[in-house]
């Protein structure tokens, strides 16, 4: 039973509504949703508002439960709170933790928010007031909450929980019996009716059961408050309809935001709570694989064992809300190799997260889309409802006004006196109407006249009073309705107004989330995330590697060097900072593991927008094995920097200067403790480098340049290529034509390099061309230039011997497809030409392809040939011999028996100078099992060949099988 000290509290709150109050000079927009349960199970709410001025004054507030036209229950209050809001939009938060004279909370609808989750249905009421500087600015808000629970809903979980529990995997692998029976088909919820109660009466609810036409229902109950209705269809299987609901819920979050005109609680307010709940799905998936391989040989230049084994996986998992992918691979043959193949790598996959944010953002904009135009819609409609409504009010009171003779019936008249007024109306008429009745004796008031005239007026007056209260009835419910409506449409324009100024106009700036870390894109959209999200740790991380994985940081720093150790980046809001450790390995020209301690420290710096300086510390020391081998151990004097650290400070910027132009530098310097000769010049330990990139407004024409240097006494060699010595520029264009049809690009490089002793410069061009299109055949033919410099495996005291070639490529292909059937042609052309001192060598490659697809089968003719060619003038020893021409026809098929079963099968043949010289036969299966997540795929090739007319045939048998596990579970059992 509510204290009277909360009923004076809230009749003087709602009375600010029936009077004439004063109204604020420039009247604050104010909105709240309904309260809710935070994270300590108190009663919370907050209170958005919009003001020209600042709010230094008091807040009354009081929402209440509708249970019929009269009947209503106060759910929470709060009585003169003391409020300082500046001017504009802000929101403030009220939490309800105690009852005391100025602050009130139902304590059984804490309890009922406790066990449900969510408001129960009904209508509700909520009475806003601010007082400031003696004026009362005052606020109605309906909220109106359907009885269907919905998808998403906690108790409506639990009970598809109850009826379809979730079967117990191993590595996605059902471990339980199959459903139960009654979730296939047939009066579901009769059936299971028993779990139903169970699981209610758990969760301190009373369920009722009951069934329509084609449907069946429960009605649950917490103490004598409705809670809702769990309500399925009787002709479809409990597991089809759990399942729908699940896939709608998490591939189409947005549909489950409401606006309805009568139901329309703020979007963002839903989204928060849907993205909340949203954690119940979260997932564990991935794969597993493991696979053994055995043969009695293998082909020629072949680094693998005959007999291994294989164990790959890959498992991705949120963590703290943080998507985390965990990728993993041994084999067998790490157990003899110096340098090991085997990882495992921790990623935190920051770009899933951003995108994941970002389906979440753009489904809000679209929602409010949606919502802006419905409600433009809405507006319309109901206004024309509003005036119809007006329209019969105002008939209805002339009506009124002229049966009882009274003005302004709406303000002066009420059930207490409409009788009275209804009574003297009638008794007037009544009169005038017996005027003209004469009785025999007027002074006998018992004669029959007398009694016919009393009947006659009480008659009158009954139904005159009977007609008045009808229409008065009438006029009060259109008055009703007037008031409902007129007060949804303007608490309709206002969520709009505050989903658009709190959360839609600040996520405008989230258009390129490549410009910002997930920090600064989960500030922007803080208001769609669940309360305290955004001041999460994790969400400042802007990566985290941990494990065997490629790193760049800068051209002169880390440069995509696979590293085995750890990466982490974070956001401190006003920078950026992030720590690299482990280890760089290359393997050297003996076989052997070349070692390279590197540690990294970076900070970034955003001072505009698409704006960046990058400032980077960056140091590897050499391990002391690299330093045993016989490689290094007579360096000369001339260069005795190798054994030491070295350390080298980086600065980068990148940025664009317009839309149109992307510009990027970088300045680095190498410093090494161990060289306080100062034989190197200063500037020779230098390294710095400009790219810019454009696009020519209104053309498809982009165009890039780039100048590097580096001095001679610049020192990283834990780079795959020093670039040490060497100064190059690069210019390049790209355009489409003919409406995208045809593409060209062109490029221009000039490399020189300074060693010790010589100096020597390298000019190359290059270009491609190709079409594109669906209806003609697609061409392409390029022209490639490469070379290769210095890398840390060459002495530091001989000559540098670069490797300078180019790649012709030509490709041309066309498809046909009609229905399911298709057949794809394809000829391809690649001469590839390298020199290093005076050695040359090349290759050719000419191929034709022939592939035919249909619905259960494909099959493809691969053939051409291959030339490998070479020449030295140099010495003879060693010298490099052209090893000839060689044919090669491939054939190979598949063909899918059912859906479990793929089989495939194929030949090829190679024909050298002197004849045959090789020919194969493989074949294999794929087996998806029915009921499993498992896949079994097995290969079995046999091989016979002869690499020289002299050398014999050699014979190959090589086999394979693999299994394959899928899997995907929940991580929360709620």
């Known amino acids: 039973m509510i204290k009277p000290i909360y009923l004076i509290m809230t009749v003087a709150i709602m009375f600010s509504f029936h009077c004439q109050a004063q109204t ?16 300590e199970n108190k009663l919370s709410q907050e209170i958005y508002y919009t003001s020209d001025t600042d709010l230094h004054g008091l807040l009354n507030i009081a929402c209440y439960k509708y249970n019929g036209a009269t009947d209503s229950i106060l759910l929470y209050a709060k009585k003169d709170l003391k409020i300082k809001l500046k001017k504009g939009t802000e929101s403030v938060k009220l939490d309800y933790k105690e009852t005391n004279n100025n602050s ?18 009904g209508n509700y ?8 500087t003696g004026q009362v600015s005052t606020t109605l808000l309906l909220h109106e909450v359907d009885s269907t629970l919905g998808p998403n809903s906690f108790i409506r979980k639990s009970i598809n929980k109850s009826l379809l529990p979730r079967p117990k995997t191993f590595l996605g692998i059902n471990i339980t019996n199959t459903l139960p029976a009654y979730a296939k088909a047939g009066n579901l919820i009769d059936a299971g009716n028993n779990k139903i109660n169970k699981t209610a009466k758990a969760k301190g609810l009373t369920a009722v059961t009951g069934n329509k036409a084609d449907k069946s229902f429960i009605d649950l109950y917490f103490h004598d408050w409705y809670v809702g209705r769990y309500e399925m269809e009787k002709n479809i299987s409990l597991s089809k309809q759990v399942s729908q609901q699940e896939n709608s819920y998490k591939n189409n979050l947005p549909s489950f935001a409401s606006n309805d005109l009568t139901n329309h609680p703020s979007l963002f307010s839903q989204f928060r709570t849907l993205k909340k709940d949203k954690k119940d799905e979260d997932e564990v998936k991935g794969m597993i694989s493991v696979s053994t391989n055995g043969s009695n040989g293998q082909e020629p230049n072949s680094d693998l064992d005959n007999n291994y084994y294989e164990l790959r996986s890959t498992i991705e998992l949120p963590i703290y809300g943080m998507p985390v992918q965990i990728d993993g691979y041994y084999t067998s043959q790490d157990q003899h190799r110096m340098a ?30 949606q919502t802006v135009s419905k409600s433009k819609g809405m507006d319309q409609v109901y206004q024309n409802f509003v005036r119809n409504l007006e329209s019969q009010k105002g008939q209805l009171t002339g009506e009124l006004e002229k049966e009882l003779s009274v003005k302004n019936v709406a303000g002066s008249i009420n059930f207490d006196s409409l009788k009275k007024e209804a009574t003297r109306s009638a008794i007037a008429n009544a009169r005038k109407d017996t005027a003209g009745l004469k009785t025999n ?116 720093t880390m440069s995509g060097q696979m590293m085995k150790g750890l990466d982490m980046g974070y956001d401190f809001g006003f920078c950026q900072a992030g720590i690299t450790l482990g280890k760089t390995q290359y393997i050297g020209r003996d076989g052997s593991v070349d070692n390279y301690s590197t540690y990294s420290g970076r900070i970034i710096y955003q001072p505009a927008k698409s704006q960046k300086l990058t400032l980077i510390y960056y140091g590897y020391t050499p391990s002391q094995n690299m330093l045993k081998d016989s490689f290094f151990k007579d360096i000369p004097v001339a260069a005795p920097s190798f054994k030491n650290p070295v350390s080298i400070i980086s600065a980068k910027y990148d940025g664009a200067i317009s839309k149109y132009v992307i510009v990027g530098s970088e300045f680095a310097r190498s410093i090494n403790s161990a060289d306080r000769t100062g034989a190197v010049n200063s500037n020779d330990k230098t390294a710095y480098n400009f790219n810019i990139e454009g696009a020519i407004p209104n053309i498809n024409i982009s165009l890039l340049g780039n100048y590097s240097k580096a001095g001679n006494g610049f020192e990283n060699n834990s780079l795959p290529i020093s670039p040490a010595g060497t100064e190059q520029y690069k210019l390049g264009g790209r355009g489409d034509f003919f409406r995208s049809f045809l593409t060209l690009g062109i490029e221009y490089d000039y490399l020189a390099q300074t060693s010790f002793a010589t100096t020597g410069g390298n000019k190359k061009w290059g270009f491609d061309i190709k079409t594109n299109s669906k209806r003609y055949p697609s061409l392409a033919f390029s022209y490639k230039p490469f070379s290769t410099f210095r890398s840390f495996t060459d002495t530091l005291s001989i000559p540098q011997r670069p490797i300078l070639g180019a790649v012709w490529t030509g490709r041309a292909s066309y498809q046909i497809k009609k229905h399911a059937r298709s057949i794809r042609f394809m000829v391809l052309y690649n001469k590839s030409t390298s020199s290093m001192d005076t050695v040359s060598y090349g290759s050719n490659l000419l191929q034709f392809t022939t592939m035919y697809s249909e619905k259960k089968w494909m099959m493809s003719v691969n053939t051409g040939f291959t030339e490998i060619t070479g020449s030295s003038v140099a010495t003879s020893v060693n010298p490099i011999t052209p090893t000839g021409k060689t044919t090669f026809i491939n054939i ?32 294999g299966l794929i087996y998806k099992f029915d009921k499993l997540p498992l896949m079994a795929r097995v290969n079995l090739r046999y091989m016979n060949y002869e690499l020289n007319e002299t050398d014999g045939w050699k014979q190959l048998y090589m086999g394979s099988v693999e299994l394959n596990w899928k899997f995907k579970t929940k991580m929360h059992n709620n």
């Open 24 to 39: 604020m000079s420039a009247k604050p927009r104010i909105y709240t949703d309904l309260a809710w349960l935070n994270d």
């Open 892 to 923: 190979n098929g598949s063909y899918t028996l059912s859906k479990a079963l793929t089989i495939n099968a194929g030949q090829d043949i190679g024909i050298a100078v002197f004849g045959f010289c090789k020919y194969g036969v493989n074949g």
């Open 125 to 132: 009421k909520t009475y806003i007031s601010v007082t400031n």
């Open 441 to 556: 004796n007027p002074v006998d008031s018992t004669s029959k006249e007398a009694l016919t005239k009393e009947q006659h007026i009480r008659d009158s007056v009954e139904n005159k009073y009977k007609q008045a209260q009808d229409k008065y009835t009438k006029l009060l419910a259109l008055e009703q309705k007037i008031t409902k409506y007129q007060t949804l449409l303007t608490q309709n324009k206002n969520v709009n107004y505050f989903d658009s100024a709190l959360a839609y106009d600040k996520m405008k700036g989230l258009s390129d989330p490549g410009q910002m870390s997930y920090k600064q894109m989960a500030k922007k959209a803080d208001n769609l995330l669940p309360e305290g999200n955004v001041k999460k740790f994790a969400t400042g991380l802007t990566s985290f590697d941990a494990g065997m994985f490629p790193k760049y940081e800068s051209q002169y």
């Open 104 to 121: 009130f909370c139902l304590s059984e609808y804490v309890a009922l928010l406790e066990h449900t989750h969510a408001t129960p249905p």
């Open 340 to 369: 090991k193949a085997s990882y495992v790598h921790f990623h935190y996959d920051i770009d899933k997260a951003k995108d994941n944010l970002m389906k979440l953002v753009n489904g809000y904009n679209d929602k409010y889309q």
